[in-house]
Protein backbone atom coordinates (compact mmCIF):
# COMPACT_ATOMS: atom_id res chain seq x y z
CA UNK A 1 0.00 0.00 0.00
CA UNK A 2 1.15 2.82 -0.94
CA UNK A 3 0.43 6.44 1.27
CA UNK A 4 -0.19 9.53 -0.15
CA UNK A 5 0.72 12.87 1.74
CA UNK A 6 -1.71 14.13 4.27
CA UNK A 7 -3.67 11.23 3.98
CA UNK A 8 -6.02 9.25 7.00
CA UNK A 9 -3.91 6.34 6.81
CA UNK A 10 -0.42 8.13 6.56
CA UNK A 11 -1.21 10.48 9.98
CA UNK A 12 -2.71 6.79 11.33
CA UNK A 13 0.90 5.14 10.44
CA UNK A 14 2.57 8.02 13.20
CA UNK A 15 0.08 7.32 15.57
CA UNK A 16 0.92 3.22 15.30
CA UNK A 17 4.27 4.30 15.93
CA UNK A 18 3.16 5.66 18.93
CA UNK A 19 1.24 3.02 20.09
CA UNK A 20 4.53 1.04 19.50
CA UNK A 21 6.26 2.91 21.98
CA UNK A 22 3.96 2.26 24.22
CA UNK A 23 4.15 -1.90 23.61
CA UNK A 24 7.29 -1.54 24.23
CA UNK A 25 7.61 0.16 27.50
CA UNK A 26 4.73 -2.43 28.85
CA UNK A 27 2.06 0.36 28.48
CA UNK A 28 -1.35 -0.96 26.64
CA UNK A 29 -0.22 0.49 23.05
CA UNK A 30 -2.33 2.90 22.00
CA UNK A 31 -1.09 5.83 20.37
CA UNK A 32 -2.16 9.25 19.22
CA UNK A 33 -1.15 11.96 17.44
CA UNK A 34 -3.04 15.60 16.30
CA UNK A 35 -2.64 17.17 13.13
CA UNK A 36 -3.55 20.84 12.20
CA UNK A 37 -2.66 22.16 8.71
CA UNK A 38 -1.41 18.94 7.22
CA UNK A 39 1.34 19.13 10.64
CA UNK A 40 1.47 16.99 13.54
CA UNK A 41 1.49 19.20 16.14
CA UNK A 42 1.44 16.36 19.12
CA UNK A 43 1.83 13.08 19.90
CA UNK A 44 1.06 11.02 22.79
CA UNK A 45 0.88 7.23 24.02
CA UNK A 46 -0.10 5.79 27.10
CA UNK A 47 1.90 6.06 30.19
CA UNK A 48 -0.59 5.25 32.60
CA UNK A 49 1.83 2.72 34.18
CA UNK A 50 5.02 4.99 33.88
CA UNK A 51 3.28 7.70 35.32
CA UNK A 52 0.84 5.93 37.98
CA UNK A 53 -2.33 7.61 36.47
CA UNK A 54 -5.10 6.51 35.38
CA UNK A 55 -6.08 9.66 33.13
CA UNK A 56 -2.39 9.24 31.06
CA UNK A 57 -4.48 7.89 28.09
CA UNK A 58 -2.55 8.56 24.55
CA UNK A 59 -5.25 10.99 23.77
CA UNK A 60 -4.88 12.98 26.98
CA UNK A 61 -1.61 13.39 26.39
CA UNK A 62 -1.79 14.46 22.61
CA UNK A 63 -4.53 17.31 23.80
CA UNK A 64 -2.35 19.03 26.16
CA UNK A 65 0.56 18.62 24.00
CA UNK A 66 -1.43 20.02 21.37
CA UNK A 67 -3.31 23.12 23.64
CA UNK A 68 0.43 23.90 24.58
CA UNK A 69 1.54 24.01 20.99
CA UNK A 70 -1.38 26.44 19.82
CA UNK A 71 -1.40 28.15 23.28
CA UNK A 72 -4.83 27.48 23.19
CA UNK A 73 -7.67 25.15 25.01
CA UNK A 74 -10.08 24.52 21.60
CA UNK A 75 -8.84 22.68 18.95
CA UNK A 76 -11.65 23.11 16.77
CA UNK A 77 -9.11 23.19 13.59
CA UNK A 78 -7.39 20.11 14.18
CA UNK A 79 -7.65 16.13 13.89
CA UNK A 80 -6.99 13.61 16.06
CA UNK A 81 -5.52 10.42 15.19
CA UNK A 82 -5.97 7.75 17.32
CA UNK A 83 -4.89 3.67 17.02
CA UNK A 84 -8.03 2.40 19.35
CA UNK A 85 -11.58 4.26 19.37
CA UNK A 86 -11.53 6.20 22.34
CA UNK A 87 -12.70 4.99 25.63
CA UNK A 88 -15.58 7.84 27.16
CA UNK A 89 -12.81 9.94 29.20
CA UNK A 90 -11.10 10.96 26.55
CA UNK A 91 -14.01 11.25 23.95
CA UNK A 92 -15.50 13.68 26.92
CA UNK A 93 -12.41 15.19 27.27
CA UNK A 94 -12.32 15.48 23.20
CA UNK A 95 -15.45 17.42 23.81
CA UNK A 96 -14.05 20.21 25.57
CA UNK A 97 -11.22 20.68 23.63
CA UNK A 98 -14.33 21.21 20.31
CA UNK A 99 -11.57 18.71 17.95
CA UNK A 100 -12.75 19.04 14.56
CA UNK A 101 -11.99 15.55 13.79
CA UNK A 102 -11.76 12.24 15.42
CA UNK A 103 -10.19 9.17 13.27
CA UNK A 104 -9.59 6.22 15.12
CA UNK A 105 -8.39 2.75 13.85
CA UNK A 106 -9.53 -0.32 15.50
CA UNK A 107 -13.29 -0.03 17.75
CA UNK A 108 -12.91 -0.63 21.62
CA UNK A 109 -15.14 -3.30 22.21
CA UNK A 110 -15.66 -3.33 25.79
CA UNK A 111 -14.68 0.54 26.41
CA UNK A 112 -15.49 2.19 23.51
CA UNK A 113 -17.38 5.33 23.75
CA UNK A 114 -19.64 4.04 21.34
CA UNK A 115 -20.88 1.50 23.64
CA UNK A 116 -22.75 4.31 25.92
CA UNK A 117 -26.26 5.71 24.40
CA UNK A 118 -26.04 9.68 23.89
CA UNK A 119 -23.75 12.09 22.47
CA UNK A 120 -20.48 12.21 23.95
CA UNK A 121 -18.35 13.59 21.67
CA UNK A 122 -18.78 17.76 20.23
CA UNK A 123 -21.89 18.68 17.87
CA UNK A 124 -19.12 19.70 15.76
CA UNK A 125 -16.77 16.88 15.67
CA UNK A 126 -16.62 14.81 12.60
CA UNK A 127 -15.99 10.88 13.27
CA UNK A 128 -13.95 8.25 11.03
CA UNK A 129 -13.52 4.59 12.26
CA UNK A 130 -11.53 2.04 10.74
CA UNK A 131 -8.17 3.84 9.03
CA UNK A 132 -5.76 0.72 9.46
CA UNK A 133 -8.17 -0.64 11.79
CA UNK A 134 -6.17 -4.33 11.58
CA UNK A 135 -2.63 -3.22 12.01
CA UNK A 136 -4.12 -1.14 14.79
CA UNK A 137 -6.34 -4.12 16.32
CA UNK A 138 -3.18 -6.68 15.54
CA UNK A 139 -0.97 -4.27 17.94
CA UNK A 140 -3.25 -4.92 21.31
CA UNK A 141 -4.54 -8.40 20.16
CA UNK A 142 -0.42 -9.07 20.58
CA UNK A 143 -0.19 -7.46 23.73
CA UNK A 144 -2.69 -8.94 25.67
CA UNK A 145 -1.63 -12.42 24.26
CA UNK A 146 1.25 -11.61 26.17
CA UNK A 147 -0.39 -10.89 29.47
CA UNK A 148 -2.38 -13.95 29.42
Known amino acids: ?26 EIPIGAVIVCNNRI ?12 DVTAHAEMQAFTAASNFLGAKFLEECTLY ?3 EPCVMCAGASYWTRIGNIVYGAKDEKKG ?9 HPKTKLKAGVLEKECGELMTRYFKLKR
Open 113 to 121: FSKIKGKIL
Open 1 to 26: MTLSIYSDEYFMKDALKEAQKAFEAD
Open 82 to 84: VTI
Open 41 to 52: IARGHNLTERLN
